[in-house]
T-cell receptor
Framework: GAGVSQSPRYKVAKRGQDVALRCDPI?????LFWYQQALGQGPEFLTY????????KSGLPSDRFFAERPEGSVSTLKIQRTQQEDSAVYLC???????????FGPGTRLLVL | LAKTTQPISMDSYEGQEVNITCSHN???????ITWYQQFPSQGPRFIIQ???TKVTNEVASLFIPADRKSSTLSLPRVSLSDTAVYYC???????????????FGKGTKLSVKP
């Protein structure tokens, strides 16, 4: 079946621009995660959804970062007034409820100039 | 939060067994240990998950001692295609709860040579 998809795959933004990154999880997956991965580093947790409920957003680096999953399926990570330090790969993962395998998407590579 | 420590890199040759150890001294009672493989420009891919003792699947084994302060991923008979970065992830999510303790290590870059 189809895996996790993310769009766009690449995004170039000018500093100060707002961006929206989309994640389409595997159908039926209850859990959805967003991670930020800087070059040469491991993924860093940003936020976690259980269906439409955002149960943890402790990893979001600032109030410029906002994530939503209004219908418990597709999720959008929005970054307002982008800064150069926001340049990274943003990974989305989905999974079944509970402690389980996370299935990752290919990521969106964001470059802020 | 459970911080993880892994070797930065490892070298091996085709056909050898590779063991990668991850230290996680502050692992919590509810935390699971999961290992992922990542190729360039791709998202991480699940390899194996465990809570304690030994877990084996078709691609790897995971050894977890009784104190759970470390774990070892064992890859039997590696091939060139196993060249990748390997991450251990310690943490847990609970349905209906809030667990912001999903910690990836910095990864171990495994290079397999012919």
């Amino acid at each position: 079946g189809a895996g996790v998809s993310q769009s766009p795959r690449y995004k170039v933004a000018k500093r100060g621009q707002d961006v929206a990154l989309r994640c389409d999880p595997i159908s039926g997956h209850v859990s959805l995660f967003w991670y930020q991965q800087a070059l040469g580093q491991g993924p860093e947790f940003l936020t976690y959804f259980q269906n439409e409920a955002q149960l943890d957003k402790s990893g979001l680096p600032s109030d410029r970062f906002f994530a939503e999953r209004p219908e418990g399926s597709v999720s959008t990570l929005k970054i307002q007034r982008t800064q150069q330090e926001d340049s990274a790969v943003y990974l989305c993962a989905s999974g079944l409820a509970g402690v389980e395998t996370q299935y990752f998407g290919p990521g969106t590579r964001l470059l802020v100039l | 939060l459970a911080k993880t420590t892994q070797p930065i890199s490892m070298d091996s040759y085709e056909g050898q067994e590779v063991n990668i150890t991850c230290s996680h001294n502050n692992i919590a009672t509810n935390d699971y240990i999961t290992w992922y493989q990542q190729f360039p420009s791709q998202g991480p891919r699940f390899i194996i998950q465990g809570y304690k003792t030994k877990v084996t699947n078709e691609v790897a084994s995971l050894f977890i001692p009784a104190d759970r302060k470390s774990s070892t991923l064992s890859l039997p008979r590696v091939s060139l295609s196993d060249t990748a970065v390997y991450y251990c992830l310690v943490g847990a999510v609970n349905y209906g709860g809030s667990q912001g303790n999903l910690i990836f290590g910095k990864g171990t870059k495994l290079s397999v040579k012919p």
